[in-house]
């Protein structure tokens, strides 16, 4: 008889004793692709069981900002008065998503994304029918329901994809995946749907035709499992859907596969521990992009801030202020080595809503490059180049947005501290589980695990390798309802 | 009874109805890895079957320029005047193989590195004590022995770790890795060890305690196996060691783990499918740092070529010149978008020996940049800035070494281009599976897969995110010894 695989983290299914639960379809963790997934799981005819790791469900998904990234005309953009394209959707993306960007997944969800805003809607999540202009978008982002999230206006971008603004933003006052996933798990509750929380996940099971047949479960506290508490074994008939988020914060993980983002600060829940992605991969799944990251340097706040110029260690401009702040982040981080200084005037500057410290303050450009460090004439020469376009109102490194061009002449200068030891850039991460359009987990060989899907940032997604705002929640919901509905109608095979 | 793992890469041992071979130790692949595993787990007493995909052995190594990075005070460094010791070594090896190096494998390299001298040597393996200065190397390096293989001398390197000349080569006209593999591959056949050639690896097998008990192959030609011949299984009693290269060769791997790599020039033996590192995963094995590749951009020969000045396509340089090719490479693909001219006068500049074409040439650097399309005056401010520099022998921007700085003010001006469309940048993959001092292969939790090994670029090794000349054989051989060592040694628990 077999005793084990050569991994804990999976059981053969035969020397499981007794099954202390049975279900159609296991959804591990209640976040927003766990709900999503669990909804269409059960609407598909599939007994759901939802096991929640923390108290209650929620997950990374409950504090986020609580925007979708959704477009090519949705009733919400056309309510604002503005046209979308399915072309520019997939254009955009298709650039802002890689290098390597997911292109089946891309094309799957911008041909879907019109039906996916309208599906959310009938869950009862609230959109209201107004429209933010970048200039006056604010932190947490209040009420107001579409927005620019990404950087769609700028250059490269807009040279090759009209813009189009695609955030869609649930309601609220301040930070709103709180509401997004109140609505969900309501719904969740209302359709019947049993959530178990408290219970942490420990092993899959795979019965002698491969096919993944349960979990193995703990009780246990939202601070951890009891390591004492006796484990117990969930029958899946149909498949069990891993929906445990990303590994931001396992600094193991994070040393192990994506080693730039350790000294940066992980966003989410806690409970971001990295276990599913390591239980699929016990099972044979293929992990990707386990580098990738969201990182982003929240400078811009107030907006505004954004007329200054960003020069890295050298003094030198290395991208246009006015992009989305994660791209900027991932250049900052890993191009730059981390260290950058945002450059204003008298007539540029407020201090940000964050506390980013000043770095240095000096009556003179040559005065700010010394107290900086910067090699000698550095700075100065990028601020006369800067300036001298300026005064035409261009750009012509970088092509910021005019909107945001003004000369910095008017002393003092100032140079607020963009390094990443002054403000620790907050990230979470974007590597996961490899998987087909439905959510099922492939192995490096491309075959499927059957009875085994992930979602949301267990699973490498939409934002394979380049994150903006709103797109973790739009695969998060998109696919989840996928692997939902795979997993609900799935039949055994073997 | 159970009929399959997750993945036909991996088959229950029970169901095999028969072994065909066996042997205590199988080491799939004879490049330098492989062969110096055989020969260690053979002197340790295990009957060794080496198998071998393609008509002969020899592998990448045998096609690669022959060099090992090592030093602390090696026989051949005292025989050619130099002094070194463990702690730069490890300083500068920290510095180069990251970030995220592998800080356990690099103490226990440098520790033993002089001992792994020695070692080559009693192999039979030619160092002759002659050292060629970095101003004089030539490309293949013709045979001797001592030189500078990365970029210990430029900054910041050697503003923490005091330089030495740690490359060690093998002795030959022109590249020598041939000489060193028929040196390695005659040890292993005088000592009676067999050789199978032409037979491809397909899957591993695993017993009902997880141990790796053998794999399945299949007979077939150096271009690939014979789909229709007959699997057969060879029996492992103490381990297999994986040692099957990297995936440069596979499209699929690199479109999936490692994108920037695409459109880049794989080097090395074609057999370097990934097969090893797929093998790994299907028995639980954790692949990490997937992403890295050592990129390689060779455009200094003849060396003089340094005192040219390397600008991106915001006419900015990024980088001193004289550092190694791969760091330059990595940064010119990653950061600078593959896009990188190298400026020269009339004085510094000589046509390349390799194929970069002119990008363009002209009477000022006002012309020479507008013929780049760089955006206006961006190149003449970085020459004036140079040359201002070069006047008083100083590089305050980078740092370069000083015997490479010459103003660059005589017409006609050059620009050599060195985008990645122009030539294509030689490359080879770094991450792989992840393997303890032993090369015994982990599992995402930290298990290990009892009887499995790897080594060489089948695994994640020293060069882990950053390479330098040398650092590959070295891990190869020296990683390779010690799975050999303990798999040879191995006494399987269940």
């Given amino acids: 008889m077999p005793e084990r695989f050569a991994t804990d983290r999976l059981r053969d299914a035969r020397q499981i004793s007794g099954w202390a639960e049975s279900a159609d379809v296991i959804v591990v963790g209640l976040g927003s692709a766990g709900a999503c997934a669990a909804l269409e799981a059960h609407r598909a005819g599939a007994r759901v069981l939802i096991l929640e790791k923390q108290s209650q469900g929620g997950g990374t998904s409950a504090l986020a900002a609580g925007q979708f990234y959704l477009g090519g005309g949705t009733a919400l953009q056309g309510a604002c008065g503005f046209e979308d394209s399915l072309e520019a959707m997939t254009t955009y993306m298709s650039m802002a998503c890689g290098p390597g960007a997911p292109e089946d997944k891309i094309d799957l969800f911008v041909k879907n994304s019109i039906e996916h805003y309208d599906w959310l809607v009938e869950q009862g999540i609230p959109f209201r029918a107004t429209f933010v202009p970048t200039t006056e978008a604010t932190n947490p982002p209040g009420p107001d329901g579409l927005t620019y999230t990404g950087s769609e206006p700028a250059h490269p971008w807009c040279e090759f994809a009209t813009p189009a603004p695609r955030g869609h933003n649930v309601e609220n006052e301040g930070d709103s995946g709180i509401v997004l996933m109140k609505v969900l798990i309501e719904a969740v509750e209302r359709e019947g749907i049993e959530i178990l929380t408290n219970v942490e996940t420990t092993r899959l099971a795979m019965d002698e035709g491969g096919r993944i047949a349960g979990v193995g479960v703990r009780e246990g506290s939202a ?125 540029s500057y407020s201090k940000p809503l964050l506390p980013f410290p000043d770095a240095a303050e000096a009556d003179s450009p040559e ?33 910021k947005g005019t909107e945001w061009i003004t000369p910095l002449e008017k002393p003092p200068f100032r140079a607020i501290d963009l390094r990443r030891e002054a403000f620790p850039y907050p990230f ?44 973790s929640l739009s695969d998060c919901t998109f696919f989840g309802r996928r692997a939902g509905r795979a997993a609900g109608t799935h039949r055994p095979t073997r």
């Fill in 428 to 471: 979470f991460t974007l590597g996961g589980l490899r998987t087909d359009l439905d959510g099922r987990v492939l192995t490096p060989e491309n075959e499927i695990i059957e009875g085994l899907f992930a979602a949301g940032r267990t699973s490498s997604g939409i934002p394979a390798q380049g994150y903006n705002s709103g797109m």
């Fill in 367 to 399: 005065e700010l490059e010394e107290k900086l460090g910067l090699p000698p004439g550095s700075l100065v020469t990028t601020l006369e180049r800067w300036n001298e376009g300026a005064e035409r109102g261009e750009d012509p490194l970088f092509h």
């Fill in 223 to 347: 601070e951890g499992a009891h390591e004492s508490s006796r484990e117990k074994w969930f029958a899946a008939s149909r498949g069990v859907i891993l929906c445990t988020g990303g590994f931001g914060f396992n600094e193991e993980m994070l040393a192990r596969y994506a080693p730039p983002l350790l000294g940066c600060a992980a966003v989410g829940s806690e409970a971001e521990d990295g276990l599913g992605i390591r239980l699929g991969m016990a099972a044979g799944g293929d992990a990707i992009r386990m580098d990738a990251g969201c990182v982003m340097i929240p400078f811009s706040k107030p907006r505004s801030l954004v007329r200054g110029i960003i020069v890295n260690g050298r003094g030198e401009r290395f991208i246009n202020e006015d992009v989305y702040q994660a791209v900027h982040g991932d250049i900052a981080l890993k191009r730059q080595a981390g260290v950058s200084y945002l450059i204003h005037d008298a007539d």
